[in-house]
């Protein structure tokens, strides 16, 4: 309750700062937006083609508190607010050993918490933003820099997943990672080695479970940037419906099977229904159709084994190999029609447009 208090005198505060590229967390704001700019950098005209895909280690856990209170203290003055969020910072983390006194991170599971990350992560935010202002803003400043040698490029955050876009070289990219490892260290933070890496846009990148990569269009010479559901997470509903189709789920009746895996390949359809998925939803939806098909087979097996026609006589609709039973019938993935994200930019509401005087 105090947290979310305290959210709704925070928020607009710093809403009123946040960088236009930071879209974790924020209200009005969603993962497909990150997506959609990535899309229109990488895309010709502006061929922003190098990536600095990046991932910060334990970000929730590691944000360094004397920093996150420097940036609250320059924007809030109510010594009360402050007391407040100082104390949830300091609140003992919960261990199998007990309750340990927290130096680092931000409240475990707190519904503050991404607002706090999202206000010390603000510092690589303005950096980023500083630079663009500016040595790049203008198509004369970039044109200039390339001239010279110099490499373009801009950020797009979602929480503690990042990329910097670069128009430019290989070398502009990786110097970036230094960079971005000086200004995280002032906030206690640093790069997930693992996680972060230089690639171009025609390797491909996972972002957010999309891959984004640069193909040539089939039958043409033309390449184009598309978005797609990343492998990790097509397998991650692939072992969701298999999950639901376990021999522990046999009690089961089978619409309410059907309805749980229609819940699951929907939700995830919906997510991914902005990229190149059609033929993806199709795998997804064979995968779970073969599942439910063995699932109903050991149920009502009888003894000597349910055939394919009795299966289809008992539990499709007529004349077809569609799923249905008692008025509930198999959906899957593919009813779930394919459309086009719009790139929204700048016309992205903002819900607090104007600066809010800071508190006391």
């Known amino acids: 309750m105090v947290q979310a208090a305290l959210k709704l005198v925070l928020e607009p505060i710093f809403e009123a700062d946040f960088q236009p590229f930071s879209y974790g967390f924020r209200p009005g704001r969603r993962q497909h937006d990150a997506i959609a700019e990535i899309h229109h950098l990488a895309k010709e005209p502006s061929n922003y083609c190098w990536v600095l895909e990046a991932d910060i280690k334990a970000c929730f856990d590691e944000i360094g508190h004397v920093p996150l209170m420097d940036r609250l203290r320059a924007r809030v003055k109510d010594k009360r607010v402050l007391a407040l969020v100082k104390a949830f910072l300091k609140a003992g983390i919960m261990t199998p050993d007990g309750e340990e006194e927290s130096s680092s991170g931000t409240p475990q599971g707190g519904i503050l918490s991404p607002l706090l990350a999202n206000i010390a992560l603000s510092a690589l935010d303005d950096h980023f933003a500083g630079q663009w202002q500016m040595l790049m803003k203008t198509s004369s400043q970039r044109q200039a820099r390339r001239r010279r040698g110099l490499g373009n490029w801009k950020m797009i955050r979602f929480a503690d997943d990042f990329v910097v876009m670069v128009h430019g070289e290989r070398q502009h990219?990786?110097?970036?990672?230094?960079?971005?490892?000086?200004?995280?260290?002032?906030?206690?933070?640093?790069?997930?080695?693992?996680?972060?890496?230089?690639?171009?846009i025609d390797e491909g990148f996972d972002f957010l479970s999309i891959t984004i990569r640069r193909m040539r269009k089939r039958g043409t010479s033309k390449h184009y940037v598309y978005t797609k559901p990343s492998k990790k997470a097509i397998q991650a509903v692939k072992d969701k419906v298999s999950a639901k189709t376990y021999r522990s789920t046999l009690h089961q009746e089978p619409e309410e099977l059907i309805a749980s895996?229609?819940?699951?390949?929907?939700g995830w359809a919906n997510y991914h229904r902005h990229g190149v998925a059609k033929a993806v939803f199709g795998t997804v939806d064979h995968h779970a159709w073969g599942r439910?098909?063995?699932?109903?087979?050991?149920?009502y097996d009888g003894g000597s084994g349910l055939s394919m026609p009795?299966?289809?006589?008992?539990?499709?609709?007529?004349?077809?190999?569609?799923?249905?039973?008692n008025g509930v019938a198999f959906t899957g993935a593919a009813s779930i029609k394919i459309?086009?994200?719009?790139?929204?930019?700048?016309?992205?509401p903002n819900q607090y447009p104007e600066p809010s005087a800071t508190s006391g």
């Open 292 to 299: 439910i098909m063995r699932w109903l087979r050991r149920k």
């Open 261 to 266: 895996i229609n819940d699951t390949l929907t």
């Open 339 to 348: 459309e086009r994200y719009r790139y929204r930019g700048t016309l992205i």
């Open 310 to 325: 009795e299966l289809r006589r008992r539990f499709c609709v007529p004349g077809t190999w569609k799923f249905a039973y």
């Open 173 to 200: 990219a990786e110097a970036l990672r230094e960079e971005v490892a000086g200004v995280l260290a002032t906030l206690g933070l640093r790069l997930a080695p693992e996680k972060t890496r230089v690639v171009h």
